[in-house]
């Protein structure tokens, strides 16, 4: 994962270097995909539990934001955690970086999916439900990595776990 490999390559400065991240694109775009990554993953696992319980939309769609949280604050919890700070400090570290990014990302996410014409009642074994996912999270990335952008720029975001990595 490009993510790891991000971690890795820079482990042996962890504690020669904390400082915040210049705001570029880039950056801002790999911080989008760390929680596009943990949205995807909750959507698509929560449209499989939902659907083998035989759930309609909205418990579906309430399932699947909780797990794109979960698995958005996991995966940099993981990084965090990974650089010897202790559970608290990580967590608190992991809702600092991700809570705006992720709740952009499941409103646009979200809002695409509801207003596309049957997407809601899409199942896994349907083509739509694949691109309509696949779309309304490409629209999401766009809409979130200008806003990732501006969080980093201000310290805030995922700079704040920037400093785990570097």
Same mark, same amino acid.
């Given at each position: 994962?490009?993510?790891?490999?991000?971690?890795?390559?820079?482990?042996?400065?962890?504690?020669? #270097? #904390? #400082?915040? &991240?210049?705001?570029?694109?880039?950056?801002?775009?790999?911080?989008?995909?760390? %929680?596009?990554?943990? %949205?995807?993953?909750?959507?698509?696992?929560?449209?499989?539990?939902?659907?083998?319980?035989?759930?309609?939309?909205? &418990?579906?769609?309430l399932?699947?934001? =909780?797990?794109?949280? *979960? *698995?958005?604050?996991?995966?940099?919890? @993981?990084?965090?955690?990974?650089?010897?700070?202790?559970?608290?400090?990580?967590? @608190?570290v +992991?809702?600092?970086?991700?809570?705006?990014?992720? =709740?952009?990302?499941?409103?646009?996410?979200?809002?695409v999916?509801?207003?596309?014409?049957?997407?809601?009642?899409?199942t896994?074994?349907?083509?739509? *439900?694949?691109?309509?996912? =696949?779309?309304?999270?490409?629209?999401? *990335? +766009?809409?979130?990595? &200008? =806003?990732? $952008?501006?969080?980093?720029? @201000?310290? $805030?975001?995922?700079?704040?776990? #920037?400093?785990?990595?570097h």
């Amino acid at each position: 994962m490009q993510h790891e490999a991000h971690i890795a390559h820079h482990q042996h400065e962890a504690h020669a #270097h #904390h #400082h915040t &991240p210049a705001a570029t694109w880039s950056v801002a775009a790999q911080a989008t995909l760390h %929680c596009l990554t943990g %949205c995807a993953i909750g959507e698509v696992l929560g449209m499989v539990i939902a659907t083998a319980f035989g759930w309609g939309n909205l &418990p579906t769609m309430l399932l699947a934001i =909780v797990l794109a949280f *979960f *698995f958005g604050y996991s995966l940099t919890l @993981r990084g965090v955690l990974r650089a010897g700070v202790d559970f608290r400090t990580a967590l @608190r570290v +992991a809702l600092a970086a991700d809570t705006l990014s992720i =709740v952009v990302m499941e409103l646009i996410d979200n809002g695409v999916i509801l207003v596309w014409p049957s997407a809601m009642d899409a199942t896994l074994g349907d083509a739509l *439900f694949w691109t309509s996912l =696949v779309i309304s999270l490409v629209i999401a *990335f +766009a809409v979130t990595t &200008p =806003v990732n $952008k501006w969080t980093i720029g @201000r310290g $805030k975001g995922h700079a704040v776990v #920037h400093q785990y990595h570097h």
